[in-house]
């Protein structure tokens, strides 16, 4: 089992910033990648940002230059800084773990934490 670890969500006015955090824990082989993806009331769930083993990032298109991703000191942690926050910006965001689950598997299987929420006030 593969248990994601998500905190950091909370209340900030427009401008202001937060830090998310996520880590992976339990049986699995290794951490393909993780990511946020957020998911705002009537919406569908987007891509917040991306990270991979190999150090690929991407974002998604509205938090390019605000945003950024980044592995932490311990195994299989990642940090989300939210800069410039919009009222846009709220939404539930989850972090994803994309881990091999056994020796001998050729995919990463999905696995999401329960979603911390993020309101920014105008």
């Known amino acids: 089992q593969v248990n994601v670890a998500e905190s950091g969500g909370g209340l900030v006015q427009s401008g202001g910033s937060l830090r998310l955090s996520c880590a992976a824990s339990g049986s699995y082989v290794t951490v393909h990648a993780m990511g946020w993806y957020r998911q705002a009331p009537g919406k569908q769930r987007e891509l917040v940002a991306r990270?991979?083993?190999?150090?690929?990032?991407n974002y998604g298109d509205s938090v390019k230059g605000r945003f950024t991703i980044s592995r932490g000191n311990a195994k299989d942690t990642v940090y989300l800084q939210m800069n410039s926050l919009k009222p846009e910006d709220t939404a539930v965001y989850y972090c994803k773990v994309e881990a091999l689950r056994r020796l001998g598997d050729y995919h990463p299987s999905d696995y999401w934490g329960q979603g911390t929420q993020v309101t920014v006030s105008p």
């Open positions: 990270l991979t083993a190999g150090f690929t990032n």
